[in-house]
């Protein structure tokens, strides 16, 4: 962790295999992890996950598993064998699904970390009582991440907006990986509230994911150095 750039992860939000190994080779030395997301892992499959990875690089895979634990267990069996670092998983897949995935990884030469994703972002306060959840998305993020922590879980997909409040809760027990970040002066395009490199550090976020401002970006790799720096800078 005490290299700024593994704090940063660049979302491969990008067609297909010759777009992501251009972004790949743009942007290698210059961040932490390449996420490959559902996108691209289904038109091209574990090949591309393997090329990237004997690139040398680091790949958080971003499938947010959800199904019943044996069926979760088995997929979490086949990415281990990808070697990749990170896996997400939905919390609401319940407490036995979670320590399946948990269970599944530690019983793995290398295992990834397996992050939880609590509330999809997405969802809006009337959505969420759509669903049947009593209280505010807060307190159901709050729930679904300590529940998550309780079945093994060290890692939380969380936004900017619940940030403070997880970490106060959960102090270190659990690492936070923040998406919907903007550098200061970049077009917000779908995100409503973006926050900054530096405010999703300073509140406690272990790793930032960032997808356009780098890959749209003239000079990618300057566009990442730019937010290391502010990664650093930021840092207690
Ligand atoms: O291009 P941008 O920086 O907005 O990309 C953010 C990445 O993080 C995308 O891959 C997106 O799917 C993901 N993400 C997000 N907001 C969430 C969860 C994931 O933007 N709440």
Wanted: hydrophobic content about 45%; charged content about 20%; some cysteine.
């Amino acid at each position: 962790m005490n290299d700024p750039r593994s704090s940063l992860i660049v979302a491969l939000d990008v067609p297909d295999r010759s777009a992501a190994l251009k972004a790949v080779k743009n942007l290698t030395g210059h961040v932490g992890f390449f996420k490959i997301g559902l996108e691209l892992f289904t038109r091209e499959g574990p090949g591309l996950v393997e090329e990237i990875r004997d690139l040398g690089e680091k790949i958080f895979l971003d499938l947010k598993l959800h199904d019943i634990p044996n069926t979760v267990k088995g997929a979490v069996r086949s990415v281990c064998a990808l070697g990749v670092q990170m896996l997400t998983v939905h919390a609401s897949g319940g407490p036995q699904m979670l320590a399946a995935a948990c269970q599944e990884a530690q019983s793995s030469a290398t295992p990834p970390l397996i992050l939880a994703v609590t509330a999809l972002t997405s969802l809006s306060e009337a959505d969420v009582r759509d669903l049947g959840v009593a209280g505010t998305t807060e307190q159901w993020v709050e729930r679904l991440a300590g529940m998550a922590q309780q079945s093994g879980i060290r890692g939380i997909v969380a936004s900017a907006k619940e940030l403070a409040m997880l970490r106060a809760k959960f102090g270190d027990q659990l690492q936070f990986v923040i998406p919907g970040i903007r550098p200061a002066g970049a077009a917000l395009q779908d995100q409503s509230r973006a926050v900054t490199p530096a405010e999703a550090i300073l509140a406690g976020a272990n790793y930032i994911v960032v997808g356009r401002p780098i890959l749209q970006a003239h000079d990618p790799a300057a566009a990442a150095d730019a937010i290391v720096k502010e990664i650093m800078q930021a840092r207690p």
